[in-house]
């Protein structure tokens, strides 16, 4: 993962290609991950809720990646105070997780993400 | 590893580092009476430590301290908030004047609401507060902040769960605010027979000041304790303090000592009878007169001339009055020709009238104190300091007492108190016991004799100066006050009509005793002129005895020449002169 220098990634991977109504609620996520610059914990928690996204979400979520250090500004708008954090933009309600996000079960339980394709 | 930690921002505060310093910088809150106890303010470049129970005044200590910093001392300042939003602190501290959202214009104070909502966050795996190091670094370093509030950041404990992160966060939040050189107030609830009830006192240590909120008797009273100044020394005492519409007010009581100024100068009590019996001149100027006496013998009306006395001199008075209103006292004065409302007009005085039982005795101290600091009066009445006591027990009036007196003298203001004495009550003696403090004591009595009342007024002591021994009567005219000498004779101490009984039947008598002595005068000067008669008509029949004895020797003295001539001539005629008897005659 690289962080561009104005603290702000768009990471898209949603494709032309794939059906657009798989969830049970959204065609698109929009993921947001706080992070304060490339700590072990903010590398983890971008490393799973990748890895979380592509069996879960593959084609249609968008995660945003907001480094503090560069833009801290942007800290109080999502009244950030731990990091990393993930916010859920949308679907709504916004939702938020702090932590490295290694409980991958609490994750999709808590952003109510559909489960694995291959457990349905 | 930790990069985020040790990141350095542009245009962040470079730590500034004064060689060893000799004593420990003090940064001054600006809050009345709290920078006299801790002896300048709180520990500069440290965090303090603000604890109390709910509602006892932490976050309005916390708001002044950067609110006063940025307007009276330049100093920016930040408040994190965790519990109430900015809209919220900007109507608080409006009702005492602080217009907050100005100073946000003018980028002096920054306010950043934290809102940690415990079911809208999940918690899944390692965490740290960097975000919230983020945010307030961010806010100091827009306004250059050299102060910070933290309130009430113990919330964190309610929005997370995890206590290891969190202490290990807290820890490093502090060292952090310290590094930075940011003097900061933290507040913390108290609770768990702690100071606060996730134990901050231990990670915040230079200082830590205690707020309390007691209700003693049914009157509440708000306290504050330097509980510990890590490097200084500080007034240990609960100091009462008070919330008011110009925020709060902290009263250092024992901090005065006994090494105030003292004036020479005399000023008068309004009543000439009065200044007579002080040496002819009236109390000194800034001391301390009590003025005890019984219901109804005109106390208010001998305080009301002194303060009448005091305005024509162009000086501001201060009344606090306990029992009656302001109207009260300024109609019944005016029986007494004493226009007090004119000097009202003038802003040359001000009454302060409560209900002793409204506050705490403390609280009734703030108030006094600074009514007395705002308004710079000169001469202070308190009417009557009897009543006080019912704000507190015996102890507390004395105490309260005692530190109101010495503040006064210290400030050379004249102070007049009241106190009332029960019937049943010895009269030298006040239920406070101040009679030893005070400096001048004035007895006012009433004397029962003869199927009437009368009032007396005596100088029981006055220090420094030559005064009266004697029992004046004192009477209150339409006209005012005026003091009369009681008859003293004897028949003993006599007042009112028997004193003019007994004035007009001595007049009578002095009387009587004149005419007697013109009848005197008048029977000596017939008697004188008959002796001068006599002596007139004796010395006439002497003259004429006199002049008849000249005449018998001048008759002699002529029949003597004749004689000698007639001898003479004898002589020549028979020429018989011889040579020695023409040598005598020649």
Known sequence: MKINHRGHRRINTARADQPKTTGRRADKWILRLYVAGQTPKSLAAFANLRQLCESRLAGRYIIEIVDLTKAPQLAQNDQIVALPTLVRKIPAPIKRIIGDLSNVERVTLAMDMDPAPGKK | MNV??????????????????????????????????????????????????????????????????????GEPGVLMTFEENAVDIEKNVASLGFNIPRLIAQKKIVIDHVVIDRSE?????????????????????????????????????????????????????????????????????????????QGLEEYVSDCVVLLDHRVDGEVSTRRLRVVKYRGSTHGTNEYPFLIDETGISVLPLTGSHLNYQVSNQRISTGIRGLDAMLGGKGYFRGSTVLLSGTAGTGKTSVAAQLVAAACRRGERCLFFSFEESPAQILRNMRSINLHLENHVRQNLLRFHSARPTTLGLEMHLVRIHKLVDEYRPSTVVIDPVSNLQNAGNLA??????????????????????????????????????????????????????HGERNRAIYVLKSRGMA????????????????????????????????????????????????????????????????????????????????????????????????????????????????????????
Request: aromatic share 4%; with cysteine.
């Open chain 2, 396 to 449: 507390d009036s004395y105490n309260m007492l005692v530190r109101l007196i010495d503040y006064l003298r210290k400030k050379n203001i004249t102070a007049l108190m009241i106190s009332l004495t029960t019937g049943d009550q010895r009269l030298e003696s006040t239920n406070e016991g101040m009679s030893s403090i005070v400096d001048t004591w004035l007895l006012l009595r009433d004397i029962e004799t």
């Open chain 2, 4 to 73: 985020a930690r040790t990141h350095k921002r542009p245009g962040a505060r470079k730590v500034r580092l004064p060689g060893p310093p000799l004593q420990l910088l003090k940064t001054p809150t600006g809050i009345a009476g709290l920078d006299e106890i801790t002896g300048g303010g709180l520990p500069a470049g440290r965090p303090t430590l603000v604890c109390g129970a709910a509602g006892c005044g932490k976050s309005l200590l916390a708001t002044e301290f950067l609110v006063r910093g940025a307007i009276q001392y």
């Open chain 2, 467 to 586: 005064h009266s021994n004697q029992v004046r009567e004192f009477i209150i005219t339409s006209r005012g006050i005026k003091l009369v000498p009681a008859y003293l004779g004897a028949a003993g101490v006599l007042t009112g009509s028997a004193r003019l009984v007994q004035e007009a039947t001595d007049r009578a008598a002095t009387r009587r005793d004149e005419e007697e002595r013109e009848r005197r005068q008048l029977a000596f000067a017939h008697r004188r002129r008959a002796v001068e008669a006599q002596i007139q008509s004796i010395r006439a029949g002497f003259e004429a005895e006199a002049e008849e004895f000249a005449h018998t020797m001048a008759g002699t003295d002529l029949h003597r020449q004749d004689a000698e001539r007639n001898r003479l001539a004898m002589e020549k005629s028979r020429q018989a002169i011889n040579g020695t008897t023409k040598m005598r005659r020649e």
């Open chain 2, 121 to 197: 966050i999940e918690e899944n795996g390692e965490y740290d507060l960097e975000g919230l190091f983020i945010r307030l670094g961010h806010a100091i370093d827009r306004i250059g902040a050299r102060r910070v509030a933290l309130d009430t950041i113990e919330t964190l404990f309610s929005g997370l769960t995890n206590q290891t992160i969190l202490r290990t966060e807290l820890r490093r939040l502090f060292g952090w605010l310290k590094q930075r050189g940011l003097t900061a107030v933290i507040t913390g609830e108290r609770g768990g027979g702690q100071l606060t009830r």
